[in-house]
């Protein structure tokens, strides 16, 4: 018995991460057919396409999600090395209120630039190219998006919840709060895509064809 298990735990870690990147797929998909004006849910199919894109949006997300490790480790060396003690006071106080807020305003800064880097990969740029601040700019001044942003924030962050909850419990329950994160994970994709249309100039919808906009074969 004792073998076997690591035997069977390599396919279900496979599985596994098929299917989290076909849901990063489709979730980019989604993306993709809201800005070019579409509101008929997308297929799943072609399969191929969808993982495609899935391992885009994942190679994108691990990026972001190093760099936010890099910030998390950057402010943790600074918290050690400060003399936090009862005498150090008001100077004591004000530097770990100021490395805080820093800590928050670089955190969402980051968010809100993958948020706009997921829209220019839904638009087929390459990686390096949804990265580039400069080619986000227009987008990112953007009020309206800005104000997107923050309603797809505040919708997903209870998925995030539903999603540890779904991991701590193997239950019914467990599985009811997977559905919950994934649709929470859909309405802010569908947020912040059609403030990204907005954002772009492209609030005009287009012909769809069973879900997917015409001209889009990627």
């Given at each position: 018995?004792?073998?076997s ?7 279900f ?15 980019l998909?989604v993306f ?13 199919r072609?399969l191929?396409s969808t ?5 885009r949006?994942a190679?994108l997300?691990?990026g972001y999600?190093?760099l ?11 918290f ?13 106080s004000?530097a770990f ?10 955190v969402?800064?980051?968010?809100y ?15 390096l190219?949804?990265?580039d601040?400069r080619?986000?700019r ?5 009020g309206?998006y ?6 797809a ?5 209870p998925?995030?919840g539903?999603l540890a909850?779904?991991?701590?419990r ?6 009811g709060?997977v ?5 929470a ?22 012909v ?5 906009p ?5």
């Amino acid at each position: 018995m004792g073998t076997s298990q690591p035997l069977l735990a390599v396919p279900f870690l496979v599985a596994s991460m098929a299917t989290a990147t076909a849901l990063l797929g489709y979730l980019l998909r989604v993306f993709e057919t809201t800005v070019d004006g579409g509101e008929i849910p997308p297929s799943f199919r072609p399969l191929g396409s969808t993982l495609r894109r899935g391992c885009r949006l994942a190679v994108l997300s691990a990026g972001y999600a190093i760099l936010l490790v890099a910030v998390f480790a950057v402010v943790l060396a600074v918290f050690t090395r400060l003399p936090f003690s009862a005498a150090v006071g008001f100077a004591g106080s004000m530097a770990f209120f100021l490395l805080s807020t820093t800590t928050l305003v670089a955190v969402l800064a980051i968010g809100y630039t993958y948020s706009i880097a997921v829209g220019r990969i839904a638009e087929g740029t390459t990686l390096l190219e949804a990265i580039d601040i400069r080619l986000q700019r227009p987008v990112l001044l953007d009020g309206g998006y800005a104000i997107a942003w923050l309603i797809a924030f505040l919708i997903v962050v209870p998925g995030w919840g539903f999603l540890a909850a779904s991991f701590s419990r193997r239950t019914i329950v467990g599985v009811g709060a997977v559905f919950l994160a994934f649709y929470a994970h859909l309405v802010s994709i569908r947020v912040l895509a059609r403030g990204y249309r907005s954002a772009t100039g492209r609030d005009s919808p287009s012909v769809e064809t069973n879900g997917e906009p015409i001209g889009r074969s990627r």
